[in-house]
T-cell receptor, first 115, second 113 residues
Framework: DARVTQTPRHKVTEMGQEVTMRCQPI?????VFWYRQTMMQGLELLAY????????DSGMPKDRFSAEMPDATLATLKIQPSEPRDSAVYFC?????????????FGPGTRLTVL | QKEVEQNSGPLSVPEGAIASLNCTYS??????FFWYRQYSGKSPELIMF????GDKEDGRFTAQLNKASQYVSLLIRDSQPSDSATYLC?????????????FGSGTRLSIRP
């Protein structure tokens, strides 16, 4: 049963600390997406990769957020320094572009709380 | 104007009735359309996808697409309390290497026993 995995599932940290979230996409998928979801803003796309290359990170605050994909089995999202307004659920999703259904499958999310 | 719009709800439907969820999109070049269901505290899960005008049925779910009017809808027949969730409409515009999926803000559905 292929699934997207994310770690950690929950993270509580203090303002100013670095936060790293990790995602393992479904094996064989060539696109990876990072989303942030809050009650107020809904689901926001932060960044996405295709074949490990960043295609769009316009939704991400560049001064504190960074996303990378060091290899095909790992995507990371870092926040440094973290702020209380970063508190949200962060989802990773993966998909296979060019093959229908060209949709995305979501991981369970990382619930981040910044105090 | 948002690219993908949904009524936030809540939409309250009695058990056994038909629930109708609607979504409109702004880009006429949109090619792929999806419905996701998200239970509280869980991640979105894909329940339907549709690419061509008309209806597509899968069990109790029917997706309807009208590209001329730029709307896509989801019908849930014989609604069950387990259908209570937020339903997200998602659209992919075009089919370039940079095309990306755009999500609506979701409609909260509540099925009352």
């Amino acid at each position: 049963d292929a699934r997207v995995t994310q770690t950690p599932r929950h993270k509580v940290t203090e303002m100013g600390q670095e936060v790293t979230m990790r995602c393992q996409p479904i094996l064989g998928h060539n696109t990876v997406f990072w989303y942030r979801q809050t009650m107020m803003q809904g689901l926001e796309l932060l960044a996405y990769f295709r074949n490990r290359a960043p295609l769009d990170d316009s939704g991400m605050p560049k001064d504190r957020f960074s996303a990378e994909m060091p290899d095909a089995t790992l995507a990371t999202l870092k926040i440094q320094p973290s702020e209380p307004r970063d508190s949200a659920v962060y989802f990773c999703a993966s998909g296979l572009q060019g093959v229908r259904p060209d949709t995305q499958y979501f991981g369970p999310g990382t619930r981040l709380t910044v105090l | 104007q948002k690219e993908v719009e949904q009524n936030s709800g809540p939409l309250s439907v009695p058990e056994g009735a038909i629930a109708s969820l609607n979504c409109t999109y702004s880009d006429r070049g949109s090619q792929s359309f999806f419905w996701y269901r998200q239970y509280s505290g869980k991640s979105p899960e894909l329940i339907m996808f549709i690419y061509s005008n008309g209806d597509k049925e899968d069990g109790r779910f029917t997706a309807q697409l009208n590209k001329a009017s730029q709307y896509v809808s989801l019908l849930i027949r014989d609604s069950q309390p387990s259908d209570s969730a937020t339903y997200l409409c998602a659209v992919i515009s075009g089919y370039s290497s940079a095309s990306k999926i755009i999500f609506g803000s979701g409609t909260r559905l509540s099925i009352r026993p």
